[in-house]
């Protein structure tokens, strides 16, 4: 004999085993009744009554009666679950019980029936039990073969029709794949937003998304979606987990990744004043008030912010920016550790061993016939002064910058200098190739919360200059525009006395100059 474990009114109520003959006793008209999937014999009925009527743990054996299907209507729509179920074959024989979720009756249907009513006939058959239901067996051979659709084309093919296939490809392909189970309303939100931003009225939006569900998701669910989206503005761009899936090398926005330009509320820009004001940059700034020696003045640099740092050939512009970089303190003749930040340094003119070697110098305040005496002495000595910079002497691209700005992730980075910059055709002239990597660069201390430090030279109309002006950098016009600070290290070659100037300084003081000193180390020096 065979026994079934049922439980009444709730799944909790389980742990009643009863001959399977006599289920039809237990079967309330006004409560749900449970049954098990499992089959079990005589050795399971003694389990039980041993171990206070449950089966847990209990391995014996078990069989089954029938193969159960359980499809969820979850927020689908009737005709949607009906199809899921027209899509099985199976022998569905279903205790007539109420589901006390949707107050109807878990009713036995025929194959013909499934096939060929509409969800609203056998809706209106669920609402009593069907105790007169004909039970029979069924057995399948090819009966159905006519109902299986394989590929059915959702719209009528068109002819001579040039798509645009490289606009925002990855929605287009969302489209054409239909809803997927798993992220049918995520998707169905990226398709809308891409149709509001590209000025389609929601009505219409509506009408697109609804030949794109082929009858999945309830009509309120869509309609539900679209005005959410709508309403709240909601947008994705490339970076976006979903549409990140579906990226094709052939969108106009492949290389930038810019399909989505953000846009801010004023509640946004306050909260984000807020933390840029309250957050402690220890560690990612440059304290280049400190450093000269000059507190009073407002010059300090932060992440976010590129910097153009120009000079004559020979005025020690390059050196400028390793010390920085370094920690020196130019007012004390030192090494403050405190300001050792880390560093991506792109010395693209410069040997990496000369750098090392100069690097050397600076940290140890010895010339360079001293370090080439003792350079594995002084190496380990001064080894922690210099760990906290990586050198790179290959002329990347703007994009192999940004990619090993994600792999190093330091905090400031040093282009010495733009013009060796490798631009891959950008810009036919000098002017557009400079406007071009500065523009870039600035984009990138800015999305990736960096400090950028360009390093140019004067254009040849300025070279012989008395002084040093805002516009006398090469492509000064770009260089403006892009940098938040500007600064000139203006000298001769065979003169050791230098100037600094500030000659933009966005969010800070300018226009104020101090004298610096070139030594034998490379260690520069406020005078």
Known sequence: MHYVEIAQRTPSNRGVLIPQNELFKYINLNSALYRSAYLYNEEAVEFARANGNTLKNYYGERSIDKVLIDIDKQDNSDEHTLNLARSIIFDLEVQHTLNPKTNLYKIPLTIKEIMNEKSETILELAKKPRLEYPYQSLLGEGELSEYVETAVPRIDNLNKVREPSTIVPCVQQMLMQGPQDGCRNTTAMRIVSHLRRNGVPSYYAKVILSDWNQNQLNKEVLNGIVERVYNAGYQY????????????????????????????????????????LTTDFSGRTINLSAMLGMEHIDCDIYPGELITVFGRTGSNKSTFVQNLALGVDFANDSINPEWHIPTLFLSLELADWYMHRRGLQIVSGLNKDEVNDNYEGIFEKHKDDLSHITFQTISPTIDQIQQKIKELQPSLVIVDYIDLIDTRGKGRSEHEKIKYIS??????????????????????????????????????????????KVISVDGQADDPKKIVRMLKNTDGDSNWECEIEWTDSFRLRRT
Do not use: P, W
């Not at 549409?243 to 052939?250: A, I, N, S, V």
């Not at 950028?452 to 040093?468: A, M, N, P, T, Y």
């Open 237 to 276: 761009g490339c970076k976006d987990e979903i549409m990140e899936k579906h990226c094709k090398t052939k969108c106009i926005h492949f290389q930038r990744k810019d399909y989505m330009i953000e846009t801010t509320s004023v509640e946004t820009l306050q909260s984000k004043l807020k933390e840029r």
């Open 439 to 484: 523009h870039s660069l600035s984009s990138i201390a800015v999305n990736m919360d960096v400090i950028i430090i360009q390093v140019s030279q004067v254009g040849r109309e300025h070279s012989k200059s008395d002084v040093l002006s805002l516009y006398a950098a090469k492509g000064s016009g770009a260089i403006e525009n892009a940098s938040r």
